[in-house]
């Protein structure tokens, strides 16, 4: 009788001893069922979109990737010089945003919230710095997109200053804000670098004491 109980309480333990390892093994799987279904591998969503890549250059195709739409739109950017520094020494346009930390560089987004937003980063000519001789002195001249200096023709006549003095800006911009001048734009001549005007400087120093000594003896 000894002998049956001990089998039968054997039997007892293994078949509980089964079931638990049983249940360890349903609790695995469960937990390895929910860490799946919880974190499941995003599909990365591409957007794509365009960007100016210079002066005169075609626009280049960009594309951002996120876990979702929404994700990838805020991340279309385009990048470009920023206007308003004269000189700027950054230069580049193109996909992406700015690099960090790089105040010469400006953003822009290529996704509004209703559409798509192409070339985003529209080429501007960059502001420069120059000077243009003012009676014979180099002056600093308003930052421009382009260097522009006047002064007279070498076979003009007259003594006006607002034309002999020569100076930055157009020979049209020159007449337009001299005061009662007789002279016109056809007296006038252009020039596109710093300081340029200065031969022309030299040919009316050269004329101007011709000219008092012709006034001189008429008087």
């Not at 308003?142 to 003095?165: H, M, Q, R, W």
């Not at 670098?193 to 200065?198: A, G, L, W, Y």
Request: overall charge negative.
């Amino acid at each position: 009788v000894g002998v049956r109980v001990l089998n039968f309480t054997t039997l007892l333990y293994t078949i509980k001893f089964e079931q638990l390892k049983m249940k360890l093994v349903i609790l695995v799987v469960a937990f390895a069922a929910a860490a799946f279904a919880q974190d499941p591998v995003p599909t990365p969503v591409s957007y794509a979109f365009t960007c100016v890549a210079g002066f005169n250059v075609s626009s280049v195709n960009c594309t951002v990737n996120g876990t979702s739409e929404d994700a990838a739109k805020g991340k279309a950017f385009c990048h470009s010089p920023k206007n308003s520094v004269v000189d700027n020494p950054y230069t580049d346009y193109g996909c992406d945003a700015c690099p960090a930390d790089n105040a010469n560089c400006a953003n822009c987004t290529a996704w509004t919230n209703d559409a798509a937003t192409n070339d985003c980063n529209t080429y501007v000519a960059p502001l420069v710095s120059s000077t243009c001789l003012v009676k014979g002195v180099s002056t600093a001249c308003t930052p421009a997109s382009t260097i522009v200096c006047f002064g007279p023709k070498a076979a003009y006549a007259g003594n006006e200053a607002s034309l002999t003095d020569g100076g930055c800006g157009t020979c049209a911009d020159a007449l337009a804000a001299a005061a009662n001048a007789t002279w016109t734009v056809a007296d006038c001549e252009e020039c596109n670098t710093s300081d340029c005007n200065s031969g022309a400087l030299a040919m009316v120093s050269f004329l101007a004491p011709l000219f008092a000594l012709i006034w001189a003896t008429q008087a």
